[in-house]
């Protein structure tokens, strides 16, 4: 995180805590004003500016590459410890929950950002703040989804043997 000086709209220069450009500011940065709107012909194309907008969030979303870094350990685990049908759906639920707040989360500071232009006002501080609180939810359900569906195989693993270790290592054949 960098520090970055900013107009608090009463005439006076705040320092504030900034990261680095993220992928939403750069973008800001690249408006055409002259530019003409375009709105989707077909599907195809409709897909290709949807599979653009993943490929941006995990390219330049530095918690984006985290949450995915973090789903393929979680991948390999499952693998691994031999996760049953049902609890590879909860898994995935869990992940995917996580994934798509990060998600909303860009489409929120990208917003905030247009509409405020990039200027320093109180709100527009909120509203990210709120945003990035709702992450953080979403990794708290993630991880205690997590906790609760691998606990067992972990106990199990290391040879700890509680009566619902036992039961769920049984459903395992
Ligand atoms: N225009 C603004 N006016 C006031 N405060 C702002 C503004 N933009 C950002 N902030 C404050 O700075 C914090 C960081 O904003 P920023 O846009 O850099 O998000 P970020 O840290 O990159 O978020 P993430 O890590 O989720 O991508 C916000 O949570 C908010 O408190």
Do not use: C
């Amino acid at each position: 995180m960098t520090t970055d000086l900013r107009d608090n709209n009463h005439g006076q220069i705040e320092e504030t805590d900034f990261h680095p450009k993220s992928a939403v500011e750069e973008l800001a940065e690249q408006t055409n004003p002259k530019a003409p709107s375009r709105r989707n012909k077909n599907f195809l194309i409709s897909m290709y500016h949807a599979l653009k907008g993943i490929f941006l969030v995990v390219i330049r979303e530095r918690n984006m590459r985290f949450h995915l870094s973090f789903a393929f350990f979680i991948l390999v685990l499952g693998l691994y410890l031999g996760l049953n049908r049902s609890e590879w759906l909860w898994v995935v639920i869990a992940v995917f929950l996580a994934v798509y707040g990060e998600f909303l989360n860009t489409v929120v500071e990208a917003v905030v950002d247009l509409v405020v232009e990039r200027k320093y006002h109180p709100l527009a501080g909120l509203v990210k703040d709120v945003s990035a609180g709702m992450v953080l939810v979403a990794v708290g359900a993630e991880l205690i989804i997590l906790a609760l569906i691998f606990q067992p195989h972990i106990w199990h693993y290391f040879g700890i043997e509680t009566n619902f270790s036992r039961f769920v290592h049984r459903l395992k054949g």
